[in-house]
C-alpha cells in the first residue's frame, strides 16, 4: 500500500488521452472526478491523471513543470492495525525522503469512512507532505497523499488536497 511514495510513476503527458483505467467527469466547479474500479476522488481539472502503476499508485500533477503531486494508492482490504500502517508508511516514506513526522491523528471523513491522517515537515520545517489512509467497514483502504512542492502554494494545494480527501469513496 505504502509504495505510491517511493514509485517513479509514468505520466500522461498533458494533451494525450486519459489513462484506460480511469474515467474523469467533468465537474462545473475546475475540477474533475477521478473514477477507477476501485476508488473515485476529486482533483483540478487541469493536472494531468498518471497511470496506475502495477502495485496501485497513481500521481496527479499540475500542468506546470513542479514537485507538487497528489497521490492515490489502492491497498485491497487490511486487517493491519493503524499504528501498523503507520509504521509501515513511515518506513517507505522516509526512505524517499528525511523528514520529522507527526504523529497520526485518527477520525472519520464526512463520508464515514475510518482516517489516519499525518504530515511529514523538512528540514525547515515546512509540512512539505501530508498523508491521509482511509478504510471502509470492510477494511478496504486507500491512501491518499501530497507533496507540496512550493512553499508558496501551500494554501492552495493545501486546499487542493483537502478535496481530494473530502470526495474520496472506495468501491465495494
Not at 8 to 33: I, N, Y
Not at 40 to 54: D, F, I, N, R
Not at 96 to 116: D, I, N, V
Request: hydrophobic share 40%.
Amino acid at each position: 500500500m505504502i509504495n505510491t511514495w517511493i514509485a517513479a510513476l509514468a505520466l500522461v503527458p498533458a494533451g494525450q488521452a486519459t489513462p484506460s483505467d480511469v474515467k474523469l467527469e467533468s465537474l462545473s466547479d475546475g475540477f474533475v472526478r477521478v473514477k477507477s474500479s476501485v476508488y473515485s476522488v476529486e482533483v483540478p481539472k487541469a493536472w494531468t491523471v498518471g497511470s496506475q502503476t502495477p502495485w496501485g499508485a497513481r500521481s496527479i500533477t499540475p500542468a506546470k513543470s513542479s514537485q507538487t503531486e497528489l497521490g492515490v494508492m489502492t491497498a485491497g482490504v487490511t486487517h493491519q492495525s493503524w499504528d501498523e500502517l503507520y509504521k509501515t508508511s513511515m518506513f517507505f516514506i522516509m526512505r524517499q525522503e528525511k523528514g520529522k513526522a507527526t504523529p497520526y491523528r485518527l477520525g472519520k471523513t464526512k463520508s464515514g469512512y475510518e482516517s489516519c491522517s499525518f504530515e511529514v515537515a523538512n528540514e525547515e520545517g515546512f509540512v512539505k507532505r501530508k498523508y491521509v489512509l482511509l478504510k471502509n467497514a470492510k477494511g478496504a483502504a486507500i491512501a491518499l497523499s501530497v507533496i507540496i512542492g512550493d512553499q508558496k502554494q501551500d494554501k492552495e494545494v493545501s486546499a487542493y488536497f483537502a478535496r481530494m480527501v473530502s470526495s474520496a469513496k472506495i468501491v465495494d
